[in-house]
């Protein structure tokens, strides 16, 4: 059993864990709909992997994937997901480009403040709102999914679920800020683009509709605004209550109150959210449920589970991958992210950068993060939260966004028209440029 746990053969579970979440949503998605068959699914692979690591001696290991990563990422995905789903943004403006290219333009700065899908989720109903009136739309969805869903998500851990896993591997939480540059490049250009592209089709527009949009007009209303107070308290939870500034946190002999202080006072922000929002606005004005927290949880189960032997052996066989270069880190977690869940990837490649021989690691440079040289730290991020924008899969948002521009009556393109017309025409030479100028 132990050699199986340290062999390439203990990379399978994850692997398929992977590629069933992945494939399912394609090719049987109203299966895949029940959150009963995506936890049969984890479990079927997950607790045969725990037997298997638990046999060969690896206990510490999964125990350290579980409690150590596991509850605090769901921990922080939930208080996020539960405060930014108590914030109602409402209005119909003019769908003047202007007005469109600050809409994405704000959902990209709010992105790492409110998490990608928190900042989603608050703004796609009143884009889609706004443009209602007008008949070419399809694109301005599509940048939204690029910029607001994927993108912006780039300049702290509550970015991208990625940045918050290589958080807990030791990164600062002001570190990530020093990635501004590929930030600003990719969505500077992007919104530059946009507005060209978006200008465009408006003097396309029937004036039919360029007049029912000037005639009904509704003042944009924020309603729920105290979570917001909520979530800069998360955002200085995390950026506060680590074991950097409490060391005691990372001690092993420390009460677990200790351990999890972070997670007890996001979990607190969580509850006063929950009762401090009027059920109307969470409920009724932003639909609200529970499904999407629970797919997460019950799917990150599976993954953290079986990603334990994955990484162990990512980690032994690092140096001998022929992964040494910073161009193959991010484009190799890049092509990864855009298909596999960018979580788990980053996750995995971070483990392939440990694992580097001293003299590897040397060629890199001196700066170290997270006990990897910070170029390779660097390209690892950039690769997994930008490329998640090149398929509908690449990011838990991007399908989010387009389920509801479709029940809005916005066409969307199928999977591979989305890659076809836009992701490789317009993200794939930007993200070529990043790596060229900044990596």
Excluded at 13 to 19: D, T, V
Excluded at 198 to 208: F, L, Q, V
Aim: proline share 5%.
């Amino acid at each position: 059993m132990e050699q199986f746990v340290h062999s390439a053969w203990s990379m399978i579970p994850f692997g398929l864990m992977l590629l069933t979440i992945a494939v399912a949503p394609l090719l049987a998605e109203h299966w895949w709909e029940s959150n009963r068959h995506k936890l049969t699914v984890a479990l079927f692979l997950g607790v045969p992997t725990a037997v298997c690591l638990i046999a060969g001696g690896m206990l510490h290991d999964l125990e350290h994937q579980l409690f150590g990563d596991y509850i605090p990422f769901i921990i922080l995905l939930l208080a996020l997901y539960v405060i930014t789903g108590g914030i109602h943004l409402s209005g119909d403006i003019k769908a003047k480009p202007w007005v469109n290219t600050i809409f994405l333009g704000l959902g990209w700065l709010l992105a790492s403040i409110m998490g990608t899908t928190g900042a989603a989720m608050l703004l796609i109903r009143p884009l889609l709102a706004t443009n209602q009136q007008r008949k070419h739309k399809v694109h301005t969805v599509l940048f939204f999914i690029a910029l607001c869903a994927n993108c912006g998500g780039l300049l702290t851990p509550l970015g991208d679920p990625p940045l918050f896993m290589l958080f807990l591997r030791g990164a600062e939480f002001t570190w990530f800020l020093s990635m501004w540059a590929p930030w600003l490049f990719t969505g500077v250009i992007l919104l530059l683009i946009y507005f060209a592209l978006d200008t465009y089709h408006y003097k396309k527009e029937h004036w039919t509709a360029l007049s029912a949009d000037h005639r009904e007009h509704t003042p944009l209303k924020v309603q729920g605004k105290v979570n917001f107070i909520y979530l800069i308290g998360v955002v200085l939870t995390v950026a506060l209550i680590n074991a950097g500034t409490i060391p005691q946190m990372g001690l092993e002999s420390a009460p677990w109150w200790i351990k999890y202080l972070r997670e007890i006072v996001l979990v607190s922000l969580t509850l006063l959210s929950l009762y401090s929002t009027p059920k109307k606005i969470r409920f009724t004005m932003n639909k609200f449920t529970w499904d999407p927290i629970i797919e997460v949880a019950v799917l990150f189960l599976g993954i953290f589970t079986t990603m334990t032997p994955a990484l162990a052996y990512l980690n032994d066989h690092a140096a001998s991958l022929g992964l040494n270069k910073v161009w193959q880190f991010y484009y190799t977690s890049g092509a990864l992210s855009s298909f596999l869940d960018n979580t788990p990837t980053a996750v995995a490649f971070h483990s392939v950068a440990s694992g580097l021989t001293p003299d590897q690691m040397a060629t890199f440079g001196n700066g170290m993060m997270a006990g990897i040289p910070e170029i390779l730290l660097m390209a690892i991020c950039v690769g997994s939260v930008f490329f998640g924008a090149m398929t509908y899969i690449g990011n838990g948002p991007n399908f989010m966004v387009k389920a509801i521009a479709e029940e809005n009556g916005v066409k969307m393109p199928s999977f591979f028209g989305y890659m076809f017309k836009f992701s490789l025409i317009v993200l794939l030479p930007i993200y070529i440029l990043v790596q060229i100028i900044f990596l």
